[in-house]
């Protein structure tokens, strides 16, 4: 059973700060700026996509961890049948079994604290640049959204369309879950905790996805290890 987990209210931060005059001449009397990682160059298939309907950038180099990037990876699930898509939240990895050993692994972005959820899922169907229907509950947490519910007829797809270029459309005992692994999510967003449950990737990762995906296949979300109060919400 798909469920929601409780919202749990993080506490304010407090922000403490100390200034220190160094002496004069001092090496330290220039402000050092930590270095942030240095990232080897992305894979080819990380550059900009023709072809599509609506264009898609290429990804920005030295941005995306290389952990994150799509790739090979052995099979912890091998007697799920190939199709079976895992999702592992608090890694924020996308698992597609290719086969009894393989598998291939996306970095994605997973559901903010209150919004994750687990279970067991059944691909139902997928779409190309898809409308975004906005939910009744997501209106009522952000009002000025009501132009793109489901009686306005939703948000047409295009580059401003947070569904990106492709959607797999999540479903139980018949009913839609509302629950979706799509694209359009920015790749300082892989690896965090940001959505209201479903599952964002790059778009040049969900169209690869898109493209091996099996009609009927299971989506599997393992629950959580992680304190609801470490997701982070842009």
């Known amino acids: 059973m798909l469920t929601r987990r409780s919202f749990a209210a993080a506490s304010g931060a ?20 930590p270095a942030g990682p240095v990232y080897p160059p992305l ?3 990380y550059g900009a996509v023709s072809g599509e309907t609506f264009p898609i950038e290429a990804v920005p180099e030295g941005v ?7 790739q090979e990876a052995e099979n912890l699930w ?7 898509i895992v999702v592992d939240p608090d ?9 009894a050993e393989r598998t291939t692994r996306y970095g994605v972005s ?3 604290a209150g919004f994750g959820w687990d279970g067991t899922a059944r691909l139902q169907f997928c779409r190309s640049w898809p409308r975004w229907n906005v939910p009744e509950e997501t209106i009522e947490r952000r009002p000025e959204l009501e132009p793109y519910s489901v009686a306005n007829g939703g948000m047409d ?12 459309y999540l479903f139980q005992n018949g009913e839609d879950t509302l629950y979706r692994v799509h694209g ?51």
């Open 14 to 33: 407090v922000f403490l700060t100390a200034c220190t005059r160094p002496f004069e001449g001092s090496p330290t009397s220039a402000a050092a700026v």
């Open 43 to 45: 894979p080819d298939f």
């Open 64 to 70: 995306l961890s290389p952990e994150l990037w799509r």
């Open 78 to 84: 091998p007697r799920h049948p190939r199709g079976t």
């Open 91 to 99: 890694a924020a990895l996308l698992y597609f079994v290719e086969s």
């Open 110 to 112: 997973v559901g903010a």
């Open 157 to 168: 797809p295009g580059p401003g369309n947070p569904m990106g270029a492709r959607a797999l």
């Open 184 to 234: 359009g999510a920015l790749p300082r967003e892989l690896g965090q905790a940001v959505s209201a449950g479903c599952i964002r990737m790059l778009d040049q990762d969900v169209i690869h996805l898109h493209d091996r995906a099996v009609h009927g296949a299971s989506v599997i979300v393992l629950p959580s290890m992680m304190p609801s109060g470490l997701a982070q919400v842009y």
